[in-house]
């Protein structure tokens, strides 16, 4: 095993010592709002080497067992952005008890370390360590809330399913390693492009994949989001929603640049995958009546959709319309998840009957919410619509480029349908919200709290401004590929 | 490097003849254990005429008379005690296989960096500790910590 330079590590380093920090910071300071004030200082500074890294010309760098190229980066800042918002957000929460807030901070500040190692992993080692990193931390924000039913439900579900994923993925690993004597992810590739056409080397490649799976809740392997976000506390959804998402599309997208030239198949077999998972996401989503359900399911859905674009590489492009699409999908759905929070404050619960007139008591939060629900349904000009837009032309090329794959058209087609039918649940939560006539009585508690305010504009902006943010789409193209 | 003979004996392998090993094992096994359970039953019930009465299948509880279900809450008092002496286990088997790769370090007289090194780890899982003991996870008495 080659060492991995110790500058390639300065992010995971900097939120590892912010960690620690924010541990003292725990122990030493009464108002527990410090410690994700720690860490969100630590994901700042972070935030900052990785943009160095970037601006340095930093990319197409691996070395042992980790690789830190442009997608990596690309997934560091997402992941390190999505970790400061949700850290500023967390203490506005009103589901977390007071006195054990702190750690939820800690925790959370984890998810993001986790997804920083697993973005960049580059052997089998690094990928199983980000990807239980990912899972431990997530189980304890699942089921934070020690003396409530859902949580508990929520934690022992995640727990479950992902020991799961977790000991599929181990045995996938294992045959690897045995098959191709090597732990490198690229030297497993090279195996597999040797012996493309042994059926062991394709179960094992096919087994160790059930972990990015799960992460990404590419269907069946995403059974678990909806109880888990309902159950689990809105912050804790919003961060699966995002961190693991980030985080396994680029190790989705590394896998395809090491071992795609393998499997000629595995474009059509990606294509699949993403159809079905869009459609069966936002088939659930169709029934639902509780806003955090309908947020997981549209997540599948969305996780779908970027599928379809990884099934384009090696077209130009490809990976590009993926950044663009998760720096979207980041702003609205965060921006949605923290909205439902804010009126989660007051009415106590997402479901859609109890957000009933939100909009009266909640005009701001109920206003930014909807913009995110509209920009998550792909309606043009914000950045849900920019983002599909980009991803169906990159599909639709990738169709005529005459290469073989003129059944991405049909692709693109489930993916306009399916862009129609995720319009509707999304509905559902905007009439609750909006139309309905709610409990006045109801008015009393949650109240404003700015942080969590100010990352809802945040978001809100960003969902309204990467609507017509074309720079930002060629720049990734650029960057990407 | 992939090594091509692993390969090649990997792949080759296309016969499930070895699997018959594995069979034969497995239903040797099941039938050793299913055979010791019949005969101790033949020897004990049918050969030695042991009956069954309810007070010989109720629970043992040192002579005494049980009393009410064993489904409940037990304290997990100790729970977190056993998880830091987890980590502090996986600790030390993370730890001693470095010694031979800082060996020629530690020869070379860069012994302090060496330490140093080890250290910068053992300390974090040592702000852990502190952490916990902090928490008042390792005292009996926990209501004196709040």
Known sequence: ?481 | MADPAILAASTATAGYSDYLAIAVVGALAIGMVAGILWAVWFVTRVVGRITTTPSKTSTYECGETPVGPAWQRFNLRFYLVAIVFLIFDVELVLVLPTLPLFAPAIAAGHGVAVFLKIFLFVATLLLGLVYAAAKGDFAWDKSKHG
């Not at chain 1, 410690?35 to 042992?64: E, I, K, N, P, R």
């Open chain 1, 1 to 481: 095993m080659i060492p991995v330079p110790v500058g390639l590590m300065i992010p995971e380093i900097v939120l590892g010592v912010g960690a620690c920090a924010a541990l003292v910071a725990e122990l030493t300071c009464s108002a527990k709002r410090r410690v994700a004030q720690v860490g969100a200082l630590a994901c700042l500074l972070a935030l900052g080497v990785v943009v160095g890294q970037a601006l340095g010309g930093l990319g197409g760098h691996a070395t042992g067992s980790l690789t830190v190229d442009a997608v990596t980066l690309a997934a560091r800042i997402g992941v390190l952005v999505a970790t400061f918002l949700l850290l500023v957000a967390a203490p506005s929460s009103q589901e977390l008890n007071h006195r054990e807030e702190g750690e939820y901070h800690l925790s959370l500040l984890g998810l993001g370390l986790g997804g920083l190692v697993f973005a960049g992993a580059a052997d089998l080692l690094t990928l199983y360590l980000g990807l239980e990193f990912l899972s431990l931390t997530g189980y304890a924000l699942a089921g934070f809330r020690p003396h409530d039913r859902h949580a508990g439900e929520a934690g022992l579900k995640y727990v479950l399913f992902g020991a799961l994923a977790s000991a599929l993925t181990l045995v996938g690993m294992s045959y690897l390693y045995g098959l191709s004597g090597s732990l490198d992810l690229a030297v497993i590739g090279e195996t597999l492009s040797y012996h493309g056409a042994s059926r062991a080397l394709a179960a094992a490649a096919l087994l160790a994949l059930v972990g990015v799976a799960f992460k990404l809740t590419i269907a069946p392997f995403h059974l678990y989001s909806p109880d888990v976000y309902q159950g689990a506390p809105t912050i804790s959804a919003a961060a699966f929603a995002v961190i693991p998402k980030i985080a396994a599309a680029a190790v989705a997208a590394h896998l395809l640049l090491w071992w795609a030239p393998a499997s000629g198949h595995a474009s059509a077999a990606i294509a699949i995958a993403g159809v079905v998972t869009m459609t069966v996401g936002n088939l659930t989503a169709l029934g639902q009546t509780n806003a955090k359900r309908i947020l997981a399911l549209s997540g599948v859905a969305h996780a779908g959709y970027l599928m379809l674009a990884l099934a384009v590489w090696p077209q130009a492009g490809a990976l590009g319309a993926v950044g663009f699409y998760l720096l979207a999908y980041l702003a609205m759905n965060l921006g949605a998840f923290v909205a439902v929070m804010l009126l989660e404050n007051r009415t106590r619960s997402s479901d859609l009957d109890r957000l009933a007139g939100s909009w009266r008591q909640q005009p701001l939060e109920s206003a930014s919410l909807a913009l995110c629900l509209v920009s998550l349904a792909g309606i043009p000009p914000l950045a849900g619509f920019t983002a599909k837009w980009v991803l169906l032309r990159s599909v639709v090329e990738g169709g005529l480029a005459g290469d073989g794959r003129g059944w991405l058209l049909a692709a693109a087609v489930a993916l306009l349908v399916n862009a129609v039918l995720s319009a509707f649940p999304y509905i559902r939560i905007l009439r609750a919200c909006l139309v309905e006539g709610g409990d006045d009585a109801a008015a009393a508690g949650g109240g404003r709290s700015s942080p969590a305010l100010a990352v809802l504009a945040v978001c809100a902006a960003a969902t309204l401004v990467l609507g017509v943010a074309w720079p930002v789409v060629a720049l990734l193209r650029g960057y990407l590929g």
